[in-house]
């Protein structure tokens, strides 16, 4: 039976050469021919972290400053997040929680100092504080 939808085929001549396959499977190495060559070696060597597996250390310098200076752990984790999303590291938790941290310190920080101010005026006006 043949498939209507199809075009008839003719069968080959005997004076014609058969067509090649359309598809042929590699041909199997050669008893005792060399081995193929080994893939090349990647530039970060073997076992080198990736830049995606390496922390930021601005992102690190900044949760660990926020406990001293509020200033640079805000300036740092700034930077920081901006490297981290140009390269893809890891830290971005640690610039984030720097951050946050270092908002807190400033701010609390700034009304700690208002409030000390307040306290040295009302004590001079008062009259209890003195000087000689």
């Known amino acids: 039976m043949t498939d209507p939808n199809q075009p008839p085929v003719n069968p080959p001549?005997?004076?014609?050469?058969?067509?090649?396959?359309?598809?042929a499977p590699p041909a199997a190495p050669a008893y005792g021919a060399a081995p193929a060559a080994p893939a090349?070696?990647?530039?970060?060597?073997?076992g080198?972290?990736?830049a995606a597996d390496k922390y930021n250390v601005l992102a690190i310098i900044s949760l660990?400053?926020?406990?001293?200076?509020?200033?640079?752990?805000?300036?740092?984790?700034?930077?920081?997040?901006?490297q981290i999303k140009k390269t893809g590291e890891?830290?971005?938790?640690?610039?984030?929680?720097?951050?946050?941290?270092?908002?807190?310190?400033?701010?609390?920080?700034i009304i700690f100092f208002?409030?000390?101010?307040?306290?040295?005026?009302?004590?001079?006006?008062?009259?209890?504080?003195?000087t000689y």
């Open 13 to 23: 001549s005997d004076n014609q050469p058969t067509p090649p396959p359309a598809y």
């Open 114 to 130: 208002i409030v000390i101010i307040l306290a040295w005026i009302a004590a001079i006006n008062s009259g209890s504080y003195t």
């Open 48 to 50: 080198a972290p990736s």
């Open 90 to 109: 890891k830290g971005r938790g640690l610039a984030i929680a720097g951050l946050v941290l270092g908002y807190v310190g400033l701010i609390s920080g």
């Open 64 to 82: 660990v400053s926020a406990f001293f200076v509020s200033l640079a752990a805000i300036i740092c984790g700034h930077i920081a997040l901006s």
């Open 40 to 46: 090349a070696y990647s530039s970060q060597g073997y």
